[in-house]
């Protein structure tokens, strides 16, 4: 309704998927969209900070080049906390996982812009990632050995055939439970800014400061989710490599 008294779009319609221009390969489309656009200015986005900010890798760093190393060592402080000092080997992968999520997250917020992390495809293919490239490792340091994993210890073996299949279903539902809750924590703040966006339209010069206040104090609580999602999203990406790399259980 708000959207409607504003003359705009509804506020689902800054979630669909727009083609900019068609391409085909074989019997599936895969024509390059906003999302793709979106994804492939954050890689620009991302390389262009980083090359820019350590050019000089001065002793006495600049501003961008402490950023720079905060965030570098924000991420392994992670990972050596969670996979130990071994674990600095998936560093580069998971600082990749991190800093990719966060920037989608924060050019989700220019508005105008689209958000790809409020698309379950796209959460489900990164946590999906995570899930298989943590299992693989799992088996190859491990071997089948790997699969003590869902046996917890102490457990009487009555209980077993209770417990293992639980843990089986909790560890298959990984991908979802992670990808979920980075598209669902985006997709409902980014939904609540243009209802409140329409409302601000709509109304009365004397009724748009409530609606006006809250987006402007949603808005900074937007990007606070944006920057925690990409760090829960990390959290637990360590801790399914920990899983993998440590047998903890």
Excluded at 19 to 42: C, E, R
Excluded at 111 to 136: E, Q, R
Aim: proline share 4%; with cysteine.
């Amino acid at each position: 309704m708000a959207a409607e008294g504003a003359g705009t779009h509804g506020p689902m319609y800054q979630f669909e998927i727009k083609k900019i221009f068609d391409l085909q390969l074989g019997n599936y489309d895969v024509s390059f969209t906003n999302a793709s656009l979106m994804m492939v200015i954050a890689l620009a986005v991302i390389s262009g900070f980083m090359v820019f900010a350590m050019r000089g890798r001065s002793l006495v760093p600049s501003r961008i080049q402490s950023v720079a190393e905060m965030l570098y060592e924000f991420i392994a402080n992670m990972v050596r906390e969670n996979l130990g000092k071994d674990g600095m080997t998936y560093f580069p992968w998971v600082f990749s996982i991190f800093i990719f999520i966060l920037v989608l997250n924060l050019l989700g917020m220019i508005p105008g812009s689209f958000t790809v992390t409020s698309h379950i495809i796209v959460t489900f293919a990164i946590a999906a990632m995570v899930w298989l490239v943590a299992t693989a490792i799992g088996f190859i340091k491990h071997g089948f050995g790997y699969l003590k994993l869902f046996v917890p210890e102490g457990v009487p073996l009555l209980l077993m055939p209770v417990i293992v299949p639980i843990e089986l279903i909790s560890y298959f539902i990984r991908p979802i439970s992670h990808s979920v809750r980075l598209f669902a924590n985006m997709m409902a703040g980014h939904t609540m800014l243009k209802v409140f966006a329409g409302f601000a339209v709509m109304l009365p010069v004397w009724g748009k400061i409530a609606p006006v206040g809250f987006m402007v104090a949603f808005t900074g609580l937007e990007f606070v989710v944006a920057i925690l999602q990409a760090f829960i999203f990390t959290v637990l990406t360590c801790i399914y490599l920990n899983d993998a790399v440590n047998m903890h259980h």
